[in-house]
C-alpha cells in the first residue's frame, strides 16, 4: 500500500532577539521577526534585566506551522522570558505535515537567561517535533522549564495527539551536560502505562544551570531541592526529584495529576534555586495579553 504524500500546510515563522548589556542595563533588540511570531517590548526588571514576552498572533500552533526561535543574551546581560499563555499545539490534518518548533539559545559570559513559559497542550491528533539547543558561556547562568499537559482535559482530550517529539541539547563551556529524546506516541505506545506516566498526566523538566562553580555546590544545591521536593511530592498525585548534571546543573522533574500543583512547584523550585545560586529573590514574570 503507498503511503498518501504530505501536504504542505502551514506557515514559517521567525523570531531573532538578542539582549545587549548596556552599563548595568539589558536592552533588547529584534533583528527579524516574522508572523505568527511577535514581541511588543522588555519590561525593565529590578537588577537591570528585562522581561520579554512571546506572542504567537495565531493563538497556537498550527498544522503545519515550522517555526523557529533565536534568542543569543550576551555577555552580562540578564534576561527573562515568558509566554502570553499555554502554547495550543493544533490537529493536524490527516495528510498533513506536523507542526515543528526550532529554539536556539545562546548565554553569553556570565550573562542570566530565566525561560519560563506556560505548558505546551497538544489537540487531539496533533503531530508535532520541538528541538531545542542551548549553549552556555563560561560563568552563564540559565533557567529553563518546560511542562506538558495530557490535552484539553475539559474537552476530555486526554492523551488523543498523534505524535509528540521533544528533544533537548544542553551545552556548558563547549562540553555537553544534557541532552534528552523524547517521542511519545499515545495510540502505539500508551502512556497510562505503569512504563510510563501511569495515572499521571502532567510531566515538567526544569534546569537549573550556572558555570563555573564547584562540585560541591552543586551537590548541596541538589540537597536543598530533594528536600524540598520530598516536602512537595503528594503520594499518587504529584511526585518531585531533582538529580546533578555531569557539571555546571541540577535538573528537576515533575509528574502529577493536576497542573496547577506543577505550576505551584516550579515557582517554588525556582526561588530556592536563584537564592542559592544568585542570593536574589526570583520575580514571577508580570502576565499579558
Same mark, same amino acid.
Given at each position: 500500500?503507498?503511503?498518501?504524500?504530505?501536504?504542505?500546510?502551514?506557515?514559517?515563522?521567525?523570531?531573532?532577539?538578542?539582549?545587549?548589556?548596556?552599563?548595568?542595563?539589558?536592552?533588547?533588540?529584534?533583528?527579524?521577526?516574522?508572523?505568527?511570531?511577535?514581541?511588543?517590548?522588555?519590561?525593565?526588571?529590578?537588577?537591570?534585566?528585562?522581561?520579554?514576552?512571546?506572542?504567537?498572533?495565531?493563538?497556537?500552533?498550527?498544522?503545519?506551522?515550522?517555526?523557529?526561535?533565536?534568542?543569543?543574551?550576551?555577555?552580562?546581560?540578564?534576561?527573562?522570558?515568558?509566554?502570553?499563555?499555554?502554547?495550543?499545539?493544533?490537529?493536524?490534518?490527516?495528510?498533513?505535515?506536523?507542526?515543528?518548533?526550532?529554539?536556539?539559545?545562546?548565554?553569553?559570559?556570565?550573562?542570566?537567561?530565566?525561560?519560563?513559559?506556560?505548558?505546551?497542550?497538544?489537540?487531539?491528533?496533533?503531530?508535532?517535533?520541538?528541538?531545542?539547543?542551548?549553549?552556555?558561556?563560561?560563568?552563564?547562568?540559565?533557567?529553563?522549564?518546560?511542562?506538558?499537559?495530557?490535552?484539553?482535559?475539559?474537552?476530555? &482530550?486526554?492523551?488523543?495527539?498523534? $505524535? =509528540? +517529539?521533544?528533544? /533537548?541539547?544542553?551545552?556548558? #563551556?563547549?562540553? @555537553?551536560? %544534557?541532552? *534528552?529524546?523524547?517521542?511519545?506516541?499515545?495510540?502505539?505506545?500508551?502512556?497510562?502505562?505503569?512504563?510510563?506516566?501511569?495515572?499521571?498526566?502532567?510531566?515538567?523538566?526544569?534546569?537549573?544551570?550556572?558555570?563555573?562553580? &564547584?562540585?560541591?555546590?552543586?551537590? $548541596? =544545591? +541538589?540537597?536543598? /531541592?530533594?528536600?524540598?521536593? #520530598?516536602?512537595? @511530592?503528594? %503520594?499518587? *498525585?504529584?511526585?518531585?526529584?531533582?538529580?546533578?548534571?555531569?557539571?555546571?546543573?541540577?535538573?528537576?522533574?515533575?509528574?502529577?495529576?493536576?497542573?496547577?500543583?506543577?505550576?505551584?512547584?516550579?515557582?517554588?523550585?525556582?526561588?530556592?534555586?536563584?537564592?542559592?545560586?544568585?542570593?536574589?529573590?526570583?520575580?514571577?514574570?508580570?502576565?499579558?495579553?
Amino acid at each position: 500500500m503507498i503511503e498518501p504524500l504530505e501536504v504542505e500546510t502551514g506557515v514559517k515563522g521567525r523570531l531573532e532577539l538578542v539582549f545587549e548589556n548596556q552599563a548595568g542595563q539589558t536592552i533588547l533588540k529584534v533583528p527579524r521577526q516574522e508572523p505568527p511570531l511577535k514581541v511588543v517590548r522588555a519590561f525593565p526588571l529590578p537588577g537591570g534585566g528585562a522581561l520579554v514576552h512571546l506572542h504567537n498572533l495565531s493563538g497556537g500552533v498550527l498544522g503545519g506551522d515550522k517555526l523557529e526561535t533565536k534568542v543569543r543574551v550576551e555577555a552580562g546581560a540578564v534576561a527573562q522570558i515568558t509566554s502570553t499563555g499555554a502554547a495550543r499545539l493544533y490537529r493536524s490534518g490527516p495528510n498533513g505535515q506536523a507542526s515543528g518548533q526550532l529554539n536556539d539559545f545562546s548565554i553569553g559570559e556570565k550573562a542570566l537567561l530565566e525561560y519560563l513559559p506556560d505548558p505546551l497542550i497538544p489537540f487531539a491528533g496533533a503531530r508535532y517535533r520541538q528541538q531545542t539547543n542551548i549553549e552556555l558561556a563560561a560563568g552563564a547562568g540559565l533557567f529553563w522549564w518546560e511542562t506538558v499537559a495530557p490535552g484539553r482535559e475539559a474537552r476530555g &482530550e486526554i492523551f488523543l495527539y498523534d $505524535r =509528540l +517529539e521533544i528533544s /533537548l541539547s544542553l551545552t556548558s #563551556g563547549g562540553k @555537553s551536560i %544534557a541532552l *534528552e529524546q523524547t517521542r511519545l506516541e499515545p495510540a502505539i505506545r500508551p502512556l497510562t502505562s505503569t512504563a510510563r506516566l501511569s495515572h499521571y498526566r502532567y510531566f515538567s523538566s526544569f534546569y537549573i544551570c550556572r558555570g563555573g562553580l &564547584e562540585k560541591a555546590a552543586w551537590t $548541596r =544545591l +541538589e540537597s536543598c /531541592l530533594t528536600d524540598l521536593a #520530598g516536602r512537595l @511530592s503528594v %503520594a499518587g *498525585e504529584t511526585l518531585w526529584g531533582a538529580s546533578c548534571l555531569v557539571a555546571d546543573g541540577v535538573v528537576v522533574r515533575a509528574v502529577s495529576r493536576n497542573g496547577r500543583a506543577i505550576t505551584t512547584g516550579l515557582l517554588e523550585m525556582w526561588r530556592l534555586g536563584k537564592q542559592e545560586l544568585y542570593g536574589q529573590a526570583a520575580i514571577p514574570p508580570r502576565k499579558i495579553n
